[in-house]
């Protein structure tokens, strides 16, 4: 079976892909227990117009599509930056076994970042993770992207 990394520079394919279309760059790809890449997605909720259109999301329903199935038990997510609530809640309710992601989001992570919410008592399935997978890597590419929209109009004159 290939390693995390190479999962992750497959997730942060999709998170160029989403760069390309001007949205946030991130990316994510699910992976089954026999290691064969059943689902990726990047994020698109403005060219979707789809406010649920997060990388995590897309991946998780091209996964269950595949599987038909959407329990996905045995499987990880690899995704470029942690996941928010709405992510965090759909992961728990597709079983998934692992997520593993790239960089930390101090604003909205639900993972390490704001709260652990798969750490909580009251859900009744657990996800292992691991987090700070290619986080250089995934952070560039936020910080590039929110860069180029902070310049002012013009440039540096």
Same mark, same amino acid.
């Given at each position: 079976?290939? /390693?995390? &990394?190479?999962?992750?520079?497959?997730?942060?394919?999709?998170?160029?892909?989403?760069? /390309?279309?001007?949205?946030?760059?991130?990316?994510?790809?699910?992976?089954?227990?026999?290691?064969?890449?059943? =689902?990726?997605?990047?994020?698109?909720?403005?060219?979707?117009?789809?406010?649920?259109? #997060?990388? +995590?999301?897309?991946?998780?329903?091209?996964?269950? +599509?595949?599987?038909?199935?959407?329990?996905?038990?045995?499987? &990880?997510?690899?995704? !470029?930056?942690?996941?928010?609530?709405?992510? !965090?809640?759909?992961?728990?309710?597709?079983?998934?076994?692992?997520?593993?992601?790239?960089?930390?989001?101090? *604003? !909205?992570?639900?993972? +390490? /970042?704001?709260?652990?919410?798969?750490?909580?008592?009251?859900?009744? #399935?657990?996800?292992?993770?691991?987090?700070?997978?290619?986080? &250089?890597?995934?952070?560039?590419?936020?910080?590039?992207?929110?860069?180029?929209? *902070?310049?002012?109009? =013009? =440039?540096? =004159?």
């Amino acid at each position: 079976m290939r /390693s995390d &990394t190479y999962y992750m520079h497959r997730a942060l394919d999709q998170a160029r892909e989403a760069l /390309s279309r001007d949205e946030v760059p991130v990316g994510a790809v699910v992976v089954d227990a026999v290691g064969e890449l059943i =689902g990726a997605g990047y994020n698109a909720p403005v060219g979707a117009h789809d406010p649920s259109a #997060h990388a +995590e999301i897309r991946a998780l329903r091209a996964a269950a +599509e595949r599987a038909a199935n959407y329990r996905l038990e045995g499987c &990880t997510l690899y995704v !470029t930056l942690e996941p928010c609530l709405m992510c !965090t809640g759909a992961i728990i309710n597709a079983r998934l076994a692992r997520v593993v992601y790239g960089a930390a989001e101090p *604003r !909205t992570g639900m993972v +390490e /970042s704001r709260a652990n919410l798969f750490a909580q008592p009251w859900f009744n #399935h657990r996800v292992v993770v691991e987090g700070g997978v290619l986080a &250089t890597r995934a952070r560039r590419l936020m910080q590039d992207f929110f860069a180029v929209r *902070r310049e002012p109009e =013009g =440039g540096a =004159g």
